[in-house]
């Protein structure tokens, strides 16, 4: 019987470990899950608070400019320049200029400028050379009647007297530029664009008649005629000013100038008549150099 007994008890005295069940939890550490998060929260306000307000606060650089105290060497000044330049493309005479220049500049980036290209003297070109070279010196050969004679091909070439116009400036570059690292000097590179006249005449028009008042129908010929006069057109380039101080620069033009001509002053248009149908829209691309003087001559200095 007491042996019995003690069997008993220690069956129902087994360890609370091997029913983990029964156990009951810790309220230690609940606390401890509990203060584990209020500290994540804690450091999260630490790192998020400061960032919310800097990002509130107002940069002392906001809507400050790029560069403070700059030579506003373009706003509100008058450009009066004069120098050379030429034609670049022309088929049978090169041409020279005179030119002069006056611009006005509103602001320093946008500006209206006038322009006067005085042609001084043509060159002949290579092809016109090839070309005269290539045909008889007269009819003793009996050519055919289109085909002109050296003396017939040379008087219709159409020679540039001057170029006029008004244009709009607008300067996006501007900046310095270091030569060897000891000369320094501002530069600025613009396109524009605007409209204007272009003068010419035939090389030799004293036995030609005007394109214009050519007959357009009826018999054959002539096969030449003078295109003479003012032909309004449109101009568009670049440009570039290299300042050797605050009041005197170099300017640089690359302009083209499109107007109906006919710079052969033949029949281009193969209806066997010389007249107002063969003008075709023609580019007359050019260059100049010109040294510019601006007034005021001390620019006004940006804040």
Partial sequence: MNMNADLNLQVTRRSEKDMPMNIKPNGHSGRGARTRWLGLLVALSVMIVPLAAQAQRKSPLADAPAIRKRFELRDLRLELGAGFGTTINQDYFHTAFFNLKAAFHITDWLALAGFADIGVANFATTLQNNLV???PADRSNNPPEFEPTKSEALASMQKIKGIYGLQLELTPFTGKYSAFGKLFANYDFYGFVGGGIISVQ???GS???????TPTSGPNGPFSCAVSGSKFGATFGVGFHSYFNHWMALNIELR??????NPSGRDTNVDLHANANDL?????WLWAANLVFYLPATPSISP
């Fill in 280 to 284: 075709t829209w023609t580019h007359t």
């Fill in 133 to 135: 070279n290539a045909l």
């Fill in 207 to 213: 036995n030609l008649q005007d394109c214009s008042s």
């Fill in 202 to 204: 035939p090389n030799d």
């Fill in 256 to 261: 083209d100038f499109l107007a109906e001509l």
